[in-house]
Structures are given as structure tokens and as C-alpha cells.
């Protein structure tokens, strides 16, 4: 019955979109550039296709954030694992920025990429057996505020969660980097990223000062939370130190990293997408899953 109610809300959310039919199977790049949308609806109807073409069974949530401005918005839910009274989340945000003239930026390196990476961590997930719960949750209007994970948080699943582990900006790049605890609260992340980066061959770097992404919402709200990216490595370097200046007040003192010029722009397009390292995002999120599973 829940399927059919969120499929039927899917219906109206869309207002008469129908989310489009994949051949099976689609390649990494094919899914990501369906994202490049001129709606955040049809961004959803993608989403949604895309979850219906692997058999997911998902739920589509709207929320309303209170924002002046702020249409109403729709996470989409996908369990793969209902168990015990703690869940693990797997997370992207899909929308995309707005432009002052209104339209949509492709919104493929931020954030399809880290979409596709999490539907393709489904695949290898989906039918394993956890203790613990286990969903992947797409978060909507990232963009407009992080939004869509704050209503998460604060709804009656927010109580629920263990721990988030989101994905943000996995489009090239061959160097994984993740926002490394700042509290407490977070600390308990840290075995679990190694043992995950460890999992899949990869050596993770933690940085103090992460951009903002939906992890700050469940900080907020005191729940342990941290996010994902993989970019070259220099340019990480770049990133990190003008990350660090401006979390003292310092005006940075070189250029800015390169994807600080890509995102949010008319440049972030499917040129700039690197399938390989969504795929290696993909790996990751799963030994992320596992870890986290194993550290209960």
C-alpha cells in the first residue's frame, strides 16, 4: 500500500510528467546527463525512472520548509534494509541551482553524478542482509539551504538515524575526501571511514573545513553525519587551503579551486564527467554501507 500511495503521489508531484523508460542496463554517462533538466520536476521524474528501471521500491516525501520563497519540495526514500530500530543513510541531494534568470544550471557534476554513484551502490546493496536499517535518501533544494536533509532530520525518521554518510560532487577526480569530525558527536564516523576507504582501496583524506553540503543539517541536529567527494588530487590541496582561510576569516590567498568555478555555473556539464570516478564513488558508498554495518 505504501508503494501505490507514493507512486500515486509521484503522479501528482510530476503534474502529468511520466518519468522516463531506461533501456536496461544504461550506461553511467546516459544516467547522469538525463538529469540535465530544464525543471527540478523533471529532475525528479528521472530519478524516479531511474529507480523504477532497477525495481526499487522507494517513496516519494514532500515537505515544506517554512523559507520564504521556497516551493514545496520532495525527498524520495529508498530501503534496502528495514532492520533494528537505528538506520544507516546513504545520501545526494538531485536538484539543481537556480539562476538569477531562473533556469536550471545542468547540474550534472553538482550533483547527478553523486546520484547515479548511489543508484549504482543500490544494485550491488540491494538484497543483502543488515541488522541495522539501511536507506539511500535523495534530498531536494540542497541548493536552496540544505533543506531537504533539514526536513529529514527533524521528521519522525530523523530520530531513527544511526548515522549519514553523504555524497557530493563525485564527477572526476581520482581522490576521495570526506568532512572529517569537528565534534564529538562525529568522532565515531572516523573508524568507519577507514575501514570503508580501506575496504575499497583507497585512501580517504579528511578535511576540517568541507564545503557546505547536507551533512550540516543532521550536525545540527546533534546526529553523527560527514560527505563524500573525489576530485584530483592538487586540486584537493587547492580546496583544502582555501577552505581552511576562509573557516579563520581570512580572505584566501590564491585562486580559487577549480570546481569552486564549475559548479553553480553554465559550466557544469557532462564534459567535465569522469564515469570512472562515479564509479569508484559507487564502490565507496558500498564499503561505506558495510563498515557501518560491521561498527554497530
Known amino acids: 500500500m505504501k508503494l501505490i500511495k507514493a507512486l500515486a503521489l509521484a503522479g501528482v508531484i510530476l503534474g502529468g510528467l511520466v518519468a522516463p523508460a531506461f533501456a536496461a542496463p544504461a550506461t553511467v554517462a546516459e544516467e547522469i546527463a538525463a538529469f540535465d533538466k530544464p525543471t527540478q520536476a523533471e529532475r525528479l521524474a528521472v530519478l524516479t525512472g531511474l529507480l523504477d528501471a532497477r525495481g526499487l521500491t522507494y517513496e516519494v516525501r514532500p515537505f515544506t520548509s517554512g523559507k520564504p520563497g521556497a516551493p514545496e519540495g520532495y525527498n524520495v526514500v529508498v530501503v534496502l534494509a528495514a532492520g533494528g530500530d537505528k538506520d544507516v543513510l546513504l545520501t ?47 534530498f531536494d533544494q540542497e ?30 577526480g581520482d ?91 553554465p559550466q557544469d556539464v557532462m564534459d567535465v564527467v569522469d564515469p570512472a570516478t562515479v564509479e569508484k564513488a559507487a564502490s565507496l558508498a558500498v564499503q561505506v554501507a558495510r563498515a557501518a554495518e560491521n561498527a554497530r
Open 92 to 138: 545526494a541531494h538531485y536538484d539543481a541551482l537556480v539562476l538569477k534568470d531562473g533556469t536550471l544550471v545542468n547540474g550534472v557534476v553538482d550533483n547527478a553524478a553523486s546520484v547515479v554513484a548511489l543508484l549504482r551502490a543500490a544494485d550491488a546493496l540491494k538484497g543483502q542482509t543488515f541488522q541495522r536499517g539501511l536507506r539511500i535518501v535523495f
Open 175 to 265: 581522490t576521495p575526501f570526506y568532512a572529517a569530525a569537528t565534534t564529538p558527536v562525529d568522532a565515531p564516523l572516523e573508524g568507519v571511514i577507514t575501514a570503508a576507504c580501506q575496504a575499497a582501496g583507497e585512501t580517504c583524506r579528511g578535511l576540517q573545513a568541507y564545503p557546505p553540503s547536507d551533512h550540516l543539517a543532521f550536525r545540527k541536529a546533534l546526529i553523527p553525519a560527514t560527505s563524500f567527494s573525489y576530485l584530483p588530487a592538487a586540486e584537493v590541496d587547492v580546496l583544502q587551503g582555501f577552505m581552511a582561510q576562509l573557516a579563520m576569516g581570512e580572505r584566501p590567498s590564491g585562486p580559487p579551486p577549480r570546481i569552486l568555478g564549475l559548479i553553480h555555473t
Open 143 to 172: 541548493e536552496r539551504g540544505l533543506l531537504g536533509a533539514a526536513a529529514y532530520a527533524a521528521s519522525p525518521d530523523g530520530q531513527r538515524v544511526a548515522a549519514v554518510f553523504n555524497f557530493d560532487i563525485n564527477a572526476y
